[in-house]
T-cell receptor, first 116, second 115 residues
Framework: AQTVTQSQPEMSVQEAETVTLSCTYDTSESDYYLFWYKQPPSRQMILVIRQEAYKQQNATENRFSVNFQKAAKSFSLKISDSQLGDAAMYFCAYRSASNAGNMLTFGGGTRLMVKP | AAGVIQSPRHLIKEKRETATLKCYPIPRHDTVYWYQQGPGQDPQFLISFYEKMQSDKGSIPDRFSAQQFSDYHSELNMSSLELGDSALYFC??????????????FGPGTRLTVL
């Protein structure tokens, strides 16, 4: 079974600064997808960014980018120019690319606080 | 853009009662997933459906059942409710064609409180 670990329960960043959230995972599969979801106080789960394991290029979405290290099974999220609205719980998630097991497996989450 | 719709948004039930949660996926999405998120926890997968057939099953109690209907909406039926069932229940949908469309989009969740 796949496992996802987020070793930072809480992180803090100054507004306009850059912060990196860590995520590691364990899998025996070679093809899979990785995601970062944001959960603000409203509790809505919002997709931030996705990465296909077969792509070496790191995904980028505006101020959000990832550092995907497949051999190390690491998938960190970098938030540049942090904004107050970025304050939320961030979940890293794994999804198999096989026909079976299409569910998401989440890490324990990292609470990000943004200081004005 | 249309999103996943869940109803009701909030539900309060007594122990041993029954609850039904509904999920309406994004148009043209034919796969539905149910997740349970307890207080301070990450979402846990319960069950999923593809083209009205159960596709995967996770840690769903035997007291719970679910189905997907011909219009692709799904219902999660929960019986003999226990205090521990109090949680946020998410529905997510995807269009399983692989590639960039194979991403799960979440609804706003149904907050169930069992008293």
């Amino acid at each position: 079974a796949q496992t996802v670990t987020q070793s930072q329960p809480e992180m803090s960043v100054q507004e306009a600064e850059t912060v990196t959230l860590s995520c590691t995972y364990d899998t025996s599969e070679s093809d899979y997808y990785l995601f970062w979801y944001k959960q603000p106080p409203s509790r809505q789960m919002i997709l931030v960014i996705r990465q296909e394991a077969y792509k070496q290029q790191n995904a980028t979405e505006n101020r959000f980018s990832v550092n995907f290290q497949k051999a190390a099974k690491s998938f960190s999220l970098k938030i540049s120019d942090s904004q107050l609205g970025d304050a939320a719980m961030y979940f890293c998630a794994y999804r198999s690319a096989s026909n079976a097991g299409n569910m998401l497996t989440f890490g324990g989450g990292t609470r990000l606080m943004v200081k004005p | 853009a249309a999103g996943v719709i869940q109803s009701p948004r909030h539900l309060i039930k007594e122990k041993r009662e029954t609850a039904t949660l509904k999920c309406y996926p994004i148009p043209r999405h034919d796969t539905v997933y149910w997740y349970q998120q307890g207080p301070g926890q990450d979402p846990q997968f319960l069950i999923s459906f593809y083209e009205k057939m159960q596709s995967d099953k996770g840690s769903i109690p035997d007291r719970f059942s679910a189905q997907q209907f011909s219009d692709y909406h799904s219902e999660l039926n929960m019986s003999s409710l226990e205090l521990g069932d109090s949680a946020l229940y998410f529905c997510a949908s995807s269009f399983p064609s692989g590639g960039s469309t194979d991403t799960q989009y979440f609804g706003p969740g149904t907050r169930l409180t069992v008293l």
